[in-house]
Structures are given as C-alpha cells and as structure tokens.
C-alpha cells in the first residue's frame, strides 16, 4: 500500500509573531499604506515587483500627480504611461499596467475586483499581487509568494531544496496557504513584506532583532548564509566528435563549414558521422571499416593513428575531438566532392581555421613558417 505523507503546515502561532512585531516594528508610512483604495495599492504593488522601496517613491509621486485616477490612467496614450515610468525599467509592466487599467474600467466598471482569483486574470497581476491587492485593499484571505517570502519561508522552515524548483515552489505555497491567519491579514501580508525586506535580507539578516528567531532553523543550524538554496549550476553539456586529418604529400584535407553552426564558414577537418559518442568522456574509437569508407572518397586507405582527444571549452558545451591522422595510398581526384580542398602544410597557419583545429594540426605537421612569422 502506498504511503502519502500527510503535510501539517498549519501553525497560528507563526501569523501572531509576525502579526505582533509588524504592528510595533513594520512600516507604517509608506505612501501606499493606510488606505483601501485598490488603485494607489495596486500601482504600487506593481511599481515594487523587482524594484525596490527607495527607488519606488518619487515615481510613484509622480506617476499619481500625472494619473490621479485608475480611469484618467486607462484614457491616456499608452506612450504618456511609458514616458512617466521611463527610468524604472522593465517596461513590460508599463504596457501591462496600462492594458490593466483599460480592462478595469470596460469590465468591471473601474472599480478592480475583490475576488485575487479574478485580479489574477488582469494583465501583470500574478497570483502573489493579487493576493497583496486582494489583502490590503478588500482584507481578502489570500497568500504572496515572492522572493522575500521565499527566503523568509527557507529561512525559518529549514527548507533545503531551490525555491526556483516547481515542487518546492509548490510546497511553499501550499505552507503559505495554511500559515494564513483568520484575522489581521493586512499586518500579516505587511509583516511578511517587511520582514523580507527590512530584517531577513539576503546577505546579512538581523537575527538579533528578528521575530521568528526561537523558531528559525537557519538561525539554530547556523545555516543563513546556504538558506535559501541557490539555483543548481547546470552541469556543461558534452559533445563528440571524430576528426581525420588525411595527409598526403604534404599537404592536409580541409572541409569548408556550414555558413552557420558552430565555426560557420570556416575550413575545419572532415569528421566521421555516426561515431559521436554523446554519453560519457569516452569517445568511441572509430572502428575500421567506417573509417576507410568516409577516406574512401579522397583516395585508398594506407594506414591510420588515433591521436590524443583534444578538449575545446564553448560558451554552452565542451567538444571532445578524437583525431586520426591517415595516410593515403592514392589520392582520387576530388571533381565531384565540392566543399573541401587540399592545403599545403606550410599554409596552415593562415588557414582560416578553428583555434583548436588549427593547433591540432600544426602540432601534428609542425609550423611550416619561417621563424620571423610566427606569432606563436
Ligand atoms: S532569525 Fe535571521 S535568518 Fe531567521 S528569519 Fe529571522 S532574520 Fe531571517
């Protein structure tokens, strides 16, 4: 029989700490506080989402002297709404604001609705905003999950997994949900904000003065600066490939690239399809048969030596090379192969070659050039 493990978030005690010490220690005076107009909350709410506070303030002065009303907002041209908000950036919540405000006003007769489920449908109000307008403005039992609250929540709630993750996520909203008080959720939503941002910030929480402390993992476990924990590092992809360095008569194969793709456009060693050994740091060794048929097409297979794998770094993968050197007992001629060409050892140093191709293949020919022209 499976088991379910039953959650058991519930804790009234959490709600009335933070309820107390908002009342007494919280912010009080913020031009947005104290009132229940849904307008002045909402365009704050907004205003704060990835901004902070002080940068907020003369804005939002501003932003009101200009559109006193949610409807004198909806009326204006769309490039005076982003004129006045020039300088606060991410523009999308400007648009958005004002498509939001044209939207109150056609559907719900410019008043915003009390119910978050509805706010939430609005343009730029996600489901933690709605619950903050929903809270402060209508008293509406509704939970926020934002950056600060998800460092308050792994903070106090010893919560070792990455917020960024959707079931942590999930669990922390679940946890917020049942954390909430049946009374005083205006102090408890402030006292949440204000916590996250005036105590338990993100490089140097005040613990001494913080009301969750007798009952804050990190705190005991000494664990403040691991909580909350960072977004896992992806690990770098890695990538294979299987190069042939035929060389004949002194001079190398070279295969014009794509001219997109990685090195679009540039000469580069034909490589060996079908041996790409994505898994591990291995690479197959290129067995016999396939590798005299890809040579087949420049000329007759004499021999071949698999060189050292050769590492090269991008932005996003690291490729791992397996070099063959191969040596021709006849060269074809190449009428038919468009796309590649003969280069003479010493010209391989101009070549318009990748770096790590390019090193590859002087180390294995030597640097042709005279020694005044060498660089390297
Ligand atoms: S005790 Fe420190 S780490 Fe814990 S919630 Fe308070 S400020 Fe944050």
Redesign the pocket.
Known sequence: MKVVAVENFADPSFSADLIGWQKVHGRHALPWQNTTDAYLIWLSEIMLQQTQVSAVLGYYARFLERFPTLRDLAAAPVEDVMAQWSGLGYYTRARNLHKCAQRVVAEYDGVFPADPVLLAELPGIGRSTAAAIAAFSSGRRAAIMDGNVKR?FA??FGIDTYPGEKKTEDAMWRRAEALLPETGIESYTQGLMD?GAT??TRSS???ER?P??PR?V??ATQR?KDLPVRKPKKATPEKHTVMLAIVDNGQVLLEQRPPTGIWGGLLSLPELAGHVAAEDDEVADADHGALAQAVGRFGELESYDRLSTVTHVFTHYKLHIAPYQVTLARRQAMAAEAGYVWCDAAKLAEAALPAPVKKLLLDLVGDRREPQQRMF
Do not use: D, I, N, W
């Open positions: 308050v903070r106090v916590m105590l338990c929480p005040s613990c913080c969750m402390q804050c990190a705190f403040t």
